[in-house]
């Protein structure tokens, strides 16, 4: 949703070096409304419509809340692949593709 004032711009994803970050440069928005858009280039490149104008600054909770989550995931990844590892007992088919899922998912 846009902000009230705020107009969505087109932009295209420029490389310099080994940086990249979003251009105005050789994008215009030349028509719409305020569900659609329609922007003209004059390059190709990989293309977006810009809504938030303003840096958008992370909130430390959200922070928090991403290593806590990513950890926890880790740690219950490893216990589920040491227990597919260590129960031979159980082995099948299924348990052999859930073991290669979760070796995918921690890696």
Known sequence: ALWAGEEPRC???????????WTPSGCTRVGG????SICACI???AFA????????????ALTVVTYVG??????????????F?????????????????SICLFA
């Open 49 to 60: 419509i810009l809504t938030a104008i303003h840096p958008i600054t992370d909130s430390f």
């Open 11 to 21: 932009a295209s994803w420029q490389m310099v070096g080994t940086e990249g970050h």
């Open 43 to 45: 390059h190709l490149s």
């Open 85 to 101: 590892l260590l129960c031979r007992s159980l082995w099948s088919v299924s348990i052999t593709l859930h073991l290669q899922l």
């Open 33 to 36: 409304d305020t569900l659609h």
């Open 70 to 83: 990513m950890s926890v995931s880790l740690v219950c990844l490893f216990l589920a692949i040491v227990t």
